[in-house]
């Protein structure tokens, strides 16, 4: 079957570096999205993955590795404002998306 | 308009009655997505549309109906609503001639059926 999983809930302070982590089970893979939501809202883009490796855009950065069926997601120099749920999604071979449940992140002073 | 509308932004509902969700985009996207998201599961994929004309069951399409003709609009209707589809529902769209891109979702209707 398909299935993503990853923590429910995940506490850091402000400042500091903190890693998610998930892992994809899917039928094909067609590449790795994450996305962040605040509570009450639309989920958002943050970054995709389909080769092995590191992706950086600013503060985020989100690795993959295929073979082991594996993402983290990587938030650097913490602010208030990441304060937000965290979903993993999975591309399968017909370009549907397959959703983690979601990992809350609570930034603390 | 710019991006993805969903009307209503909220409503409560009577079990029993029928209910249209309305989806509109503005990106020219090919392909559209109904979701629903409920506490403690990811979302789940109800129904979905590749390109204008034709549509899809995800993976919890029982008791929702979707049309697409044209590629603007995307709408949800509930024959007969029930209290376990009481959620957040979020459409989303992708420009699926690209490939392998991301899903740009709408703000969301957040529905209580009682």
């Known amino acids: 079957g398909q299935n993503i999983d990853q923590p429910t809930e995940m506490t850091a302070t402000e400042g500091a570096i903190v890693q998610i982590n998930c892992t994809y089970q899917?039928?094909?893979?067609?590449?790795l999205f994450w996305y962040q939501q605040h509570a009450g809202e639309a989920p958002t883009f943050l970054s995709y993955?389909?080769l092995d490796g590191l992706e950086e855009k600013g503060r985020f950065s989100s690795f993959l590795s295929r073979s082991k069926g594996y993402s983290y997601l990587l938030l650097k120099e913490l602010q208030m404002k990441d304060s937000a749920s965290y979903l993993c999604?999975?591309?399968?071979?017909?370009?549907?998306?397959?959703w983690g449940a979601g990992t809350k992140l609570i930034i603390k002073p | 308009i710019a991006g993805i509308t969903q009307a209503p932004t909220s409503q409560i509902l009577a079990a029993g009655r029928r209910m249209t969700l309305r989806c509109t985009q503005d990106?020219?996207?090919?392909?559209m997505y109904w979701y629903r998201q409920d506490l403690g599961l990811g979302l789940r994929l109800i129904h979905y549309?590749?390109?204008?004309?034709?549509?899809g069951k995800g993976e919890v399409p029982d008791g929702y109906s979707v049309s697409r003709a044209n590629t603007d609009d995307f709408p949800l209707t509930l024959a007969s609503a029930v209290p376990s589809q009481t959620s957040v529902y979020f459409c989303?769209?992708?420009?699926?001639?690209?490939?392998?891109?991301?899903?740009?979702f709408g703000p969301g209707t957040r529905l209580t059926v009682l």
């Open positions: 989303a769209s992708s420009d699926r001639l690209a490939g392998a891109t991301e899903q740009f």
């Open positions: 990106m020219r996207h090919n392909a």
């Open positions: 549309s590749n390109t204008a004309g034709t549509t």
């Open positions: 899917t039928s094909g893979f067609n590449g």
């Open positions: 993955n389909v």
């Open positions: 999604a999975a591309m399968d071979s017909n370009y549907q998306l397959i």
